[in-house]
């Protein structure tokens, strides 16, 4: 993310995150290593270990460990990728090809579970327990999140509560755990881990509302997926549940209403192209483009009042009050953005 | 495993790690807790733990510490079946129905990914990073071991060096690890560790060549699935590639050799029930059976004398003695047994 100034004061410790993502894992097979570089070529934004290495900047962490908490971090992000992607069945992320579109899904399947393995491994070498149980909690919770959204379909239960738990589930967790570990590294105060832990709840609660608003309005070169993907697979995000609510005599309203973009109407066969644009673009009319904006927004201010909590007044100095101003500028950068 | 004398010194904790494992885990929803429990119930024989109580009681490692490994590592060994029986399509496993039997394969994956982290927050509650990095390298390991066979297919490549390296990253490398754990645990002495670990890999390598042989030569209701499931995978093991190496002109040896058994031969269509069962007839009527079990024979000999290594001699002690003695049997346990 070029040019973006939260990222200046930790330009360098990014780098040598991406050095290590990049190293070959120690005794690495050529289709792993491949599948590995890959993967890591397909980018992202890499606002996870941005948030590691601004709250171990600001809390006083060691440099060593704290990389090694940020490339664990965004390990676990790639390996949950790509199991997601195997089980939707995307053949493309971030404008590259998935792994599932070129490997068997046994291999896929495997690749992912050695992923997750490397992400603890990495984790492992911060030495510190109480972050890899963090991590592993963490883990838990998306894998659960998934679960729930599987089995339990969402046909009729349209709660905003709902949508809330499943997008903590699967972002908001990690994010802020990558906001806690600085802290926990550090062996910061429990009022500062919480503070932080709390800020980066809420930049993942917004960040994912953000993403979700994306996926109706963003156009698909800089997407690098097609928009309405959600709801090709029967995902009901926040946009169209502010529709729906809103304007429930809409046809698409109505249709939703009666089930017909559920998973299980949705079935193997997915939406037809037609069906997906159609709602799409009755979404982007409405004013729930707007409104989600608005309760993203009220969340980065959350994850600012976060950042005031008393705990974290200690921290005085000009280079941390620098990373406090770039976790905020971060903040404010997550519903600003258009990628 | 009632009656097996190497189990007495060590009855009440194995109780309380199957308690542990039958525990539900922070937060569960039904869906996984259900999952869970039909796993554990599901059994295996519970080895691995049985290593971990043995080596930590041997080396002198806290309770509460080991129980938790011995629930981590039996836990991260039920999520790699859980992935492999989805993999290999395989409906049942000790007699009973696999996860993949019931649940969709989007599920399938999902849950055997909880069980990994569900595993990693066993074995941090151990806080002993040293075991935990140990335990993160020995999945990735496991999965590498997974996806090398995949990916290479086996297609005229029939050497024992390559079946031991298969071998080792599928069973005898956890197997390892549960020996070497009470070790870690416990700070013991390097050699010590070391020699623990050593009895574990020969240990482990006899382990899978007995199961490999129990695939030709058990009854399917001692066995709980179907023999010669190996072969009709396209899966060369240890008693096949003797007997191909003893009898090239057989005529199974001969098809075997055209590559008519190779997973790309096979392809999802599997090898047809009779040509399994000729195949199986002709290896249990060869001397390979007897062969293969002369190599897992020689391996408890090697397992046996990493426990006479001069670094555990400094074990004295009544207690001590019969923890010893305990190892020394499960060791020729692992040879004997028929199931």
Same sequence: chains 1, 2.
Wanted: charged content about 20%; some cysteine; proline content about 4%.
């Amino acid at each position: 993310m070029p040019g973006l100034s939260f990222l200046t004061p930790i330009q360098d410790e990014l780098e040598q995150v991406e050095h290590l993502l990049r190293r070959p894992p120690p005794d690495t097979c050529a289709a792993i290593g491949e599948a590995l570089v890959h993967l890591v070529d397909s980018g992202g934004k890499r606002i996870r270990p941005a948030l590691v290495l601004l709250s171990a900047r600001l809390c006083g962490a060691g440099l060593e460990r704290t990389l090694f908490a940020a490339a664990a971090i965004e390990m676990l992000h790639t390996a949950t990728l790509v199991h997601d992607d195997l089980i939707d069945g995307a053949t493309m992320r971030r404008g590259r090809s998935t792994l599932n579109a070129t490997c068997s899904p046994a291999v896929t399947v495997l690749t992912g579970d050695y992923l997750f393995a490397y992400a603890a491994y990495l984790a492992s070498q911060t030495e510190n327990t109480r972050l890899m149980r963090r991590f592993a909690e963490t883990l838990m919770i998306i894998c659960q999140g998934e679960v729930r959204q599987m089995s339990g379909g969402h046909g009729g239960r349209f709660s905003y509560r709902e949508y809330e738990q499943r997008i903590y589930a699967k972002t908001a967790s990690l994010i802020s755990l990558s906001a806690e570990a600085g802290a926990i590294l550090a062996s910061s105060d429990e009022n500062v881990i919480q503070a932080m832990r709390l800020y980066g709840k809420h930049l993942g609660l917004a960040f994912q509302i953000v993403d979700d608003v994306l996926d109706f309005t963003a156009d698909e070169q800089t997407l690098g997926k097609p928009v309405g993907s959600d709801l090709r697979q029967g995902l009901f995000t926040l946009p169209f549940l502010l529709f729906i609510e809103s304007d429930p005599q809409h046809p698409v309203a109505r249709r939703a209403l009666e089930g017909h973009y559920t998973v299980e109407a949705v079935g193997a066969s997915r939406l037809s192209d037609a069906a997906v644009r159609e709602a799409v673009q009755a979404v982007v009319e409405s004013r729930a483009i707007e409104q989600a904006m608005e309760i993203a927004g009220r969340h980065i201010e959350w994850a600012k009042e976060a950042l005031g909590s008393p705990a974290l007044s200690l921290f005085t100095g000009d280079a941390r009050r620098d990373y406090l101003a770039a976790l905020l500028e971060l903040a404010d950068f997550v519903v600003r953005r258009h990628f």
